[in-house]
C-alpha cells in the first residue's frame, strides 16, 4: 500500500473511533491589538534592545516612520495562538515553524492572526495527527505582513 492509501486507511479508523483532531481547511485566527508598552515590554523580556521597538523619536527616522514590534514578539503571538487552538482538542506539541517577515507591524496596530490546516496525516506510531498548517498575519491595512508554514502533533497525551 503506498503512502497515501496508508494515510487515508488511518484517517478513517481514526474517524471511525471519533479521535480526529484536526481537519483539512479548517480555519482559526485571533485579533491582538498592540500597544507601544507592550511591544516595549517583549522586546526588553526577550532582550531584544533594538531601538525601532523601543525608541519613537528614533523610529521616526527610519524607513518605517514609527516603532515596529519585534519579530520575536509577533512570531510568538502566532504559534501561541496554534497551542490554545490545538489545546482545546488534545494534547498539543509544535514541532516546526517557517515564517517570512513581509512588511512592518507596527507598535499601536491591530493585527489579525490567522492559520489553515492544509494536511492531517494520522501516525499511529505517535499515537495522533501530524496536522500541517498555513498562517500569516495581516496588518491594520489588510495586507500580509507575516506568512508562516508549520507542522504541529496533536494527540490524547504527550
Not at 507601544?36 to 521597538?53: L, Q, R, S, T
Not at 496554534?82 to 499601536?108: N, Q, Y
Not at 495522533?128 to 498548517?133: M, Q, R, T
Request: hydrophobic share 40%; aromatic share 6%; proline share 5%.
Amino acid at each position: 500500500m503506498n503512502r497515501d492509501a496508508t494515510s487515508s486507511v488511518l484517517a478513517a479508523r481514526h474517524r471511525e473511533k471519533g479521535v480526529m483532531r484536526a481537519y483539512p481547511r479548517e480555519r482559526f485566527s485571533s485579533q491582538v491589538a498592540l500597544s507601544p508598552a507592550m511591544v516595549v515590554e517583549f522586546a526588553n523580556a526577550a532582550g531584544d534592545n533594538n531601538p525601532i521597538h523601543h525608541d519613537p523619536e528614533f523610529a521616526a527616522g527610519t524607513r518605517f516612520g514609527r516603532p515596529t514590534a519585534s519579530g520575536p514578539h509577533t512570531t510568538a503571538l502566532l504559534l501561541a495562538l496554534t497551542a490554545s487552538h490545538f489545546s482545546k482538542k488534545g494534547a498539543m506539541l509544535g514541532l516546526e515553524f517557517w515564517v517570512r517577515f513581509r512588511r512592518p507591524i507596527f507598535a499601536d496596530e491591530t493585527i489579525v492572526l490567522e492559520w489553515m490546516v492544509v494536511k492531517v496525516t494520522p501516525n499511529e506510531k505517535v499515537r495522533g495527527e501530524i496536522v500541517e498548517l498555513r498562517g500569516r498575519i495581516k496588518g491594520q491595512d489588510g495586507k500580509t505582513s507575516l506568512g508562516a508554514k508549520g507542522r504541529v502533533l496533536v494527540t490524547d497525551h504527550l
